[in-house]
């Protein structure tokens, strides 16, 4: 009878070297995932801080305008004719400016500024009379995550009034 030696030989076979680089990618295919889903939510907020600001500094300069320049249609135009301020995506948002007598509205002059910087006017008020005027301004663009329709607005009632 002959003996055969037992030789032992400890190693991985080529199913469990797959199965390891398997779990292996896979895991970090998920963890680039979850950081991709992260910068987009990053990405996210970022243009809602940005529309927050740019609406909030256009209010700013509508409220620091004489009451004649913001009765003034071509004057308003002038001055959505740049960004309302300049950070990337208020170049890159639409702005939409409503302007109307208060407390009783006759009619709305409606200014918009185009992603492109075109200012365009689509509606002129028969009157903004000469005492208070209701201003609306608003910041629309498409949000990076989920691709939706975004805005933020604000409105600011402005009297006629001397400045100190």
Same mark, same amino acid.
């Given at each position: &009878?002959?003996l055969s030696?037992?030789?032992h030989? *400890?190693?991985?076979t080529? #199913?469990?070297?797959? #199965?390891?680089?398997?779990?292996?990618?896979?895991f970090? /295919?998920?963890?680039?995932?979850?950081?991709?889903?992260?910068?987009?939510?990053?990405?996210?907020?970022?243009?809602? @801080?940005?529309?927050?600001?740019? @609406?909030?500094?256009?209010?700013? #300069?509508?409220r620091?305008?004489?009451?004649?320049?913001?009765?003034?249609?071509?004057s308003?135009?002038?001055?959505? +004719?740049t960004?309302?301020?300049?950070?990337?995506?208020?170049?890159? /948002?639409?702005?939409?400016?409503k302007?109307? +007598?208060?407390?009783?509205?006759?009619g709305? $002059?409606?200014? !918009?500024r +185009? &992603?492109?910087?075109?200012?365009?006017?689509?509606? $002129?008020? !028969?009157?903004?009379?000469s005492?208070?005027?209701?201003?609306?301004? *608003?910041?629309s663009?498409?949000? @990076?995550?989920?691709?939706?329709?975004? !805005?933020?607005?604000t409105?600011?009632?402005?009297?006629?009034?001397?400045?100190?």
């Amino acid at each position: &009878m002959k003996l055969s030696p037992k030789c032992h030989t *400890s190693g991985t076979t080529l #199913v469990e070297v797959l #199965v390891a680089t398997l779990l292996l990618a896979s895991f970090f /295919a998920s963890l680039f995932e979850a950081n991709a889903v992260c910068l987009r939510f990053i990405a996210a907020s970022k243009q809602s @801080v940005g529309a927050i600001e740019a @609406v909030q500094a256009r209010a700013e #300069v509508f409220r620091n305008l004489a009451f004649s320049d913001l009765t003034t249609t071509s004057s308003v135009q002038t001055l959505l +004719a740049t960004a309302a301020n300049t950070s990337d995506f208020a170049k890159s /948002a639409t702005e939409v400016v409503k302007i109307s +007598a208060y407390p009783t509205a006759n009619g709305v $002059t409606q200014i !918009t500024r +185009a &992603m492109d910087g075109t200012v365009n006017l689509n509606s $002129t008020a !028969t009157s903004l009379g000469s005492t208070l005027v209701k201003v609306d301004i *608003s910041q629309s663009w498409t949000a @990076v995550f989920g691709g939706r329709q975004r !805005t933020e607005q604000t409105s600011l009632i402005i009297s006629n009034g001397t400045k100190k």
